[in-house]
């Protein structure tokens, strides 16, 4: 049981945190040929491109209301008017997606209003779908701006279905968190499939994001999931949402629908997959796949080979919640005492956390941490790579965003395999470390080595940090 | 905000800028910033440039006043280095939250001005004011100026809200600070005759230390750079330079201009990228710097040097010639001076077949037309569909241009060179040329592109297949609801058009083109353009027929 802490300090410094209408703008990009448009500033929207830009190093659909000192004065009306008019010209758009952002909210603008009148104004656009969602920047993070933008698609786009429409039990949706990456999608639609289900990733950015090469140039998002699909998940059998950060949108599902929802907090790791392959099983009526008896016990093995490497290490990571509940319980459940953790904002998980405390914080205090404690494996973002250079300890790279290294869109951590892999990937790091830098010499045990302190859990009290 | 205002009026009306000069009163007033279209528009705010500007100051405590967005998804992402402190690259903010927004964050401001100067002890603080707090009326001056006398530290504020404009006028409201609160506030230890300011210089990938050198070698001293590798220090007493040289003029070309106006320095527009214009800056430099009383032996030995760089970067450059022959480069890019890089590109023999001029001069555009003939298209605009639909139709070998049109290049399997600011490798001075003729070589000649642009051998037989068994085949057939969807059909990603309009257009207008089908209907005829050539030559309509 972890205690929440907030943090004291006016300042962060080296934020672990991105803005919140981004996180929603993230998930419109999972729907086919759809615009995300930011209705603020252009800044706020050049931002965000370069950050999704550096990640995927592919081209990101994204567009701004390019609000002005002026109109922000005036209201935002005619901005948003005129971009979604020339969006709606010039890149055809099949759903434009927008999230408001903390200069327009704080100037009040109210947008459901002005889609009314837009949509009055200008009948030419009764068929294209508009969705809405109210992300201010400083409120929140990242990550509920994607559940907030997936519960309003599922309230706009999903058809609630006629009663006598029989439901189909092989049709199945996944409302996935955005800690998954488009390789981890993917390796869910092929375990899904193989029970003879047929999944609705809403969104789906393995068909967006995946960095593959498409025949033609589209302005739009060039894959995902369409929006006549999304109409007909009210007919699926099961809705599975994954991370905690979906349970609304999974129970909008199940408001306006009738679909019943089952959450998967966590698919890292060998019991929830356990959970998670039975629950399949179950609910198609099919026996579990021999693949899936053997990559269980190839995750089982590959504990087996890593624990010695991985178990006892001393674990600091930053991540959004979900992502690091997923990470930082299977890392626990392998041995690794959790000693800092420190996530972005509020959420169900974090007291649930395998660690005494968890701080809503930034990277400097991960950073302050992970020092006074000797913790010796940093898990965090790109931007953590400053910090590990620093403590000169093993880093690795997990999440949003991954602007340093190639192919961040493709890391795969769900499954038995997903678990198996990232697991091989962390210990490899570790064993690499000790080579590089434990090799004893004859002088290595002849200083007198400072006696072992016993593992303090946690933080210490704040207030007693030396600020150096 | 009527300061912000006045100092916004004030930017634009620049009198140092030639191409802003050159225009009318009126509108010179109104200055260069366009009125922004709101659903296409691209590119950084003010507070984005200001932020970029001054960022290379390497050992200043950069802090963002506004909601996590504007640092939280921005920070650490530009290529700047450092050769001493590396408190730039950390990112500090006061991530506002709602009660600041409903209360006003000056108080938050202060407190987190305080934390950084004790925990940090930076020799000053940059405080970089945003939208939100812009609004809610947070007045940073007065902030910062309290935060000065308390702490005895220089809190600079950078009255920078990203709606109030552009990035490069985010750049020059970035200099206007530096004139306001910086410059001449303190002085150098020692002064010489070959102090010179560099204006506009970052210092990407370390650019800066290319020709570093050079100037080392002639004994001319960096007073201070604005603001690559730069330090608090340098800035602050860099009105003792005897001359200046303005790298990024579209930048930073007020700092220069007031500084003329205020400590007599004198300033040129320069730039290092290409071989001549290195050494015409480094002329340049040893004439302004004799001007002002430096010993006339430095126009010679700047001669020698420039004779020994140049004869050495042409040498280097010679055997990519026969390789380089007939291939083709499209040069599209904003912030390096395009003709810089042209002359480099043909002396290394690639034959260009268009480049960029949006942000180009007139003097800019005719000395390209000098250098590359009526051959070379001058481009002042160019969508990205109708770019990739260029390199599709391979009119060029190569693209050389910002990380921006990076895709557009890379999914055409083109080969592609970064040459903007996000690139990783550095081509400044005359080693950088030489650099980028290797890169260019390096990317074209990869063994990669002839596999990518092969068609997997499967592919053929899919599509034989899927004619066989596809519901199309039976369409043949001429069931009326076959022959309303075929006609419904899209005939291009593009959605603009179907297949039942075009031919309909076709035929009660008897076209024959893809620009009269243009006309007719609301086809764009950019990447559909082939796909109505098709029709047009596939099915010649009803009335031709008749004709016949």
């Known amino acids: 049981m972890a205690v929440v802490m907030t943090p004291k300090k006016a300042c962060a410094v080296n934020p672990l945190k991105m803005s919140q209408p981004i996180g929603g703008a993230f998930a419109f990009m999972g729907l086919r040929g759809a615009m995300p448009l930011l209705h603020g500033a252009q800044g706020c929207t050049s931002f965000g491109l370069t950050l999704f830009v550096r990640h995927f190093k592919e081209a990101v659909p994204l ?139 809403l969104p789906d950015l393995a068909g967006s994001l995946d960095g593959h090469v498409p025949d033609e140039f589209t302005p739009t998002t060039i894959g995902g999931i369409g929006v006549d699909e999304i109409a007909l998940m009210g007919r699926a059998g099961w809705t599975i949402a994954i991370g905690s950060q979906m349970r609304r949108a999974g129970e909008a599902m199940q408001a306006k629908t009738g679909v019943p929802f089952r959450l998967f907090e966590r698919l890292c790791g060998l019991l929830p997959n356990d959970e998670f392959i039975a629950f399949l099983s179950e609910i198609s009526g099919r026996p579990v796949p021999s693949k899936y008896r053997r990559q269980r016990g190839q995750l089982v093995d590959a504990m087996l080979d890593t624990h010695f490497h991985i178990g006892g290490r001393k674990l600091a990571i930053g991540a959004e919640p979900d992502l690091l509940f997923d990470l930082s319980s299977m890392l626990h459940d392998m041995g690794v005492q959790v000693i800092a953790a420190v996530t972005t904002t509020h959420s169900a998980v974090l007291e649930r956390l395998a660690s005494e405390e968890v701080l809503i914080g930034d990277l400097e205090d991960l950073e302050e941490v992970a020092k006074s404690k000797g913790c010796d494996l940093l898990i965090t973002h790109s931007h953590g790579r400053q910090a590990a250079a620093r403590l000169k300890i093993p880093f690795y790279r997990v999440g949003f965003p991954m602007f340093d290294r190639i192919g961040a869109g493709h890391h795969n951590s769900v499954g038995y395999r997903g678990t198996r892999d990232l697991v091989f990937a962390i210990a490899n790091l570790l064993i690499e470390d000790r080579e590089q830098n434990y090799r004893p010499t004859p002088d290595t045990w002849r200083t007198s080595a400072p006696a072992p302190r016993p593992c303090l859990r946690g933080f210490t009290d704040r207030t007693e940090r030396p600020i150096p | 905000m009527s300061s912000l205002a006045a100092t916004v009026r004030d930017v ?131 902030v910062c100026k309290a935060a000065t006398r308390k702490f005895g530290t220089p809190v600079v504020p950078v009255n920078s809200p990203g709606f109030v404009g552009s990035k490069n006028l985010g750049n020059k409201l970035a200099g206007e600070a530096l004139l306001e609160h910086v410059i001449g506030t303190q002085e150098p230890d020692d002064i010489t005759p070959y102090d010179i300011n560099l204006i506009g210089e970052y210092n990407l990938a370390g650019e800066l230390w290319q020709v570093k050198p050079l100037f080392d070698e002639l004994g001319i001293r960096i007073l201070c750079c604005i603001s690559g590798d730069g330090k608090y220090r340098e800035v602050a007493s860099s009105h003792r330079a005897r001359a200046a040289m303005v790298v990024c003029s579209k930048s930073m070309i007020n700092i220069a201009r007031k500084m003329k106006d205020r400590y007599g320095i004198p300033f040129f527009e320069g730039s290092f990228y290409g071989i001549q214009d290195s050494s015409i800056s480094l002329r340049d430099i040893a004439r302004l710097l004799v001007e002002r009383g430096a010993p006339g032996h430095l126009i010679e030995r700047t001669e020698a040097v420039i004779a020994r760089e140049e004869a050495r970067a042409w040498a280097a450059i010679e055997p990519y ?52 003939g009526q051959a070379t298209q001058m481009i002042e605009d160019m969508p990205p569909r109708a770019m990739y639909q260029m390199l599709k139709d391979a009119k060029a070998d190569i693209m050389l241009s910002g990380g921006k049109s990076q895709f557009v290049a890379l999914k055409a399997a083109t080969p592609w060179l970064d040459i903007n600011q996000e690139r990783c490798h550095a081509y400044m001075g005359y080693l950088g040329m030489v650099k980028l003729v290797e890169e260019i070589d390096r990317s074209l000649f990869n063994p990669m592109w002839e596999q990518l642009r092969r068609p997997a051998p499967w592919q053929a037989l899919a599509r034989t297949l899927a004619k066989v068994h596809s519901p199309a085949a039976i369409s043949i057939s001429g069931s009326e609801i076959d022959e309303t969807a075929r006609r419904a059909k899209k005939i291009c990603v593009c959605n603009t058009v179907d297949l039942g309009t075009i031919e309909d257009a076709v035929c009660s207008h008897n076209l024959t083109s893809v620009e009269a089908v243009r006309q007719h209907t609301n086809a764009i005829g950019g990447c559909c353009k082939r796909r109505i050539e098709d029709i047009l030559q596939s099915s010649p309509s009803h009335a031709l027929q008749a004709a016949e």
């Open chain 2, 12 to 142: 634009f009306n620049e009198p140092g800028c030639a191409k802003n000069g050159s225009k009318p009163e009126n509108e010179r007033r109104t200055g260069c910033t366009k009125q922004l279209l709101p659903g296409s528009a691209a590119g950084g705010c003010a507070f984005d440039g200001a932020k970029i500007a001054l960022q290379p100051f390497t050992d200043v405590a950069h802090l963002v006043h506004g909601p996590i967005a504007c640092e939280g998804n921005s920070w650490d992402n530009r290529g700047a280095a450092s050769s001493g402190s590396d408190l730039w690259r950390a990112g500090f903010t006061t991530d506002m939250n709602e009660t600041d927004v409903v209360f006003g964050g000056e108080k938050r401001l202060s407190k987190a001005i305080k934390e950084i100067i004790l925990k940090y002890d930076p020799p000053a603080l940059f405080v970089y004011q945003t939208c939100v707090p812009a609004m809610i009326g947070d007045d940073i001056n007065a």
């Open chain 1, 63 to 201: 567009q701004t209301t390019g609000m002005t000192e002026v109109t922000t004065v005036l209201g935002g009306y005619d901005n948003l008017e005129q971009a979604i008019l020339n969006i709606f010209n010039r890149a055809k758009p099949k759903v434009i997606g927008i999230c408001s952002t903390g200069v327009t909210e704080t100037n009040g603008d109210d947008v459901d209003a002005y889609i009314k009148l837009i949509r009055q104004k200008h009948p030419q656009l009764a068929r294209l779908p508009l969705v809405y969602v109210s992300t201010p920047d400083f409120k929140d993070a990242f990550q509920d701006g994607w559940g907030k933008a997936v519960t309003r698609m599922v309230e706009v786009l999903v058809e609630t279905p006629a009663v006598d429409v029989p439901r189909d039990p092989a049709r199945v949706n996944v409302l996935p968190g955005c800690h998954l990456t488009p390789g981890d999608l993917d390796e869910l639609r092929a375990i899904l499939s193989d029970f003879g289900l047929q999944p609705s990733f």
């Open chain 2, 321 to 372: 010639k026969p390789r380089f022959k007939g291939k083709k480069a499209l040069l599209i890019t904003g912030g390096v001076k395009s003709w810089s890089v042209v002359a480099a590109l043909q002396e290394a023999g690639l034959e260009l077949v268009g480049t960029s001029v949006k942000k180009s001069t007139k003097e800019d555009k005719e000395r390209i037309r000098e250098l590359t």
